[in-house]
């Protein structure tokens, strides 16, 4: 009798083990699963099928991307799109003790549009072709978003595209919505298929040196379109002469860096591997081909 009884209780013990490795693995998300259907995991990365990983580089011709990017010669590679953010008011972020005592994006916010994607290398090299962005070395993927570059090369950039960089509280409205989401996805935790985050110690990969391409995440896109508005790369944005970086990237750790309220003051001279930018746009008449948040 002892020994059943030895036998059911190791048995529930090991029942209660698999269900904490459970609960942990859904918490961070297995790295196996980080990847979207039409790509596949690939050492730290994430490349589209039938690519291979060299050097930390997806190349080759894929057979196939995931559904938002488009599949080119040189690899996955997302599309030049907008999508509309209707005007309303940010700040109210949901408890949150980790923002305590933060100066925190609030404020109303007019209306305007916000590129779906980060901006890539492809969309770079039309810049620097027609003269107003310095030629950069060459990445080999056209599809990873543009880094190392300056919030006054940035803004550059976005000037040439017809907009702006956008200011701190039309990002935090572009991630959290009118109805104040704690990450641009919704209020459910982090993982790895919904960000591209810990990919250089953990949790969610090791070792990689670059983003994944932008639009690797499609999960974590908002519900109007936006991707990687958290992790990847941060993204400048200008507040008056004061510059931000926010949304965090491929090499944060932890969850808060991904938060619709993360924000960073940053001089706007910075250069790092992991921190790029998307434009913010005026109305036009030509509406976003995308749904509205």
């Keep these: 009798m002892n020994a059943g009884r030895g036998w059911l209780a190791r048995g529930a013990a090991l029942t209660l083990l698999a269900l904490v490795a459970a609960a942990v693995a859904a ?10 259907g039409g790509a596949v995991a690939l050492g730290p990365r994430c490349c589209g099928e039938g690519q291979s990983l060299v050097e930390g580089r997806c190349q080759g011709e894929p057979s196939r991307c995931p559904d938002a990017l488009r599949v080119t010669a040189a690899g996955c590679v997302a599309p030049t799109q907008r999508v509309r953010i209707d005007a309303g008011a940010v700040g109210s972020f949901p408890p949150d003790w980790e923002a305590a005592g933060r100066d925190l994006p609030q404020g109303s916010v007019p209306a305007f549009e916000i590129d779906a994607f980060e901006v890539t290398e492809a969309r770079w090299t039309e810049c620097a072709s027609a003269g107003p962005c310095a030629p950069r070395p060459d990445e080999g993927e056209p599809g990873t978003p543009v880094r190392d570059v300056s919030a006054t090369e940035a803004a550059a950039f976005c000037a040439f595209a017809g907009g702006r960089l956008p200011t701190p509280e039309e990002h935090a409205m572009a991630a959290s919505g009118a109805e104040g989401r704690r990450y641009p996805w919704g209020f459910a935790g982090v993982v790895c298929r919904n960000a591209s985050f810990g990919l250089v110690v953990g949790p969610c990969a090791e070792g990689a040196s670059k983003p994944e391409l932008a639009g690797m995440r499609p999960d974590g896109a908002t519900a109007g379109g936006v991707h990687d508005l958290a992790g990847n790369v941060a993204e400048w944005t200008l507040a008056g002469r004061t510059a931000f970086a926010r949304g965090g990237s491929f090499r944060s750790t932890s969850s808060t860096a991904l938060r619709a ?21 005026p ?5 976003s081909k995308t749904p509205r948040l």
Excluded: I, N
């Design 283 to 287: 109305l036009t008449s030509t509406a």
């Design 27 to 36: 918490h961070f998300g297995a790295s196996t699963a980080r990847c979207p």
């Design 261 to 281: 309220w993360s924000s960073e003051p940053t001089p706007p001279d910075t250069r790092r591997d992991d921190l790029g930018f998307r434009c913010a746009y």
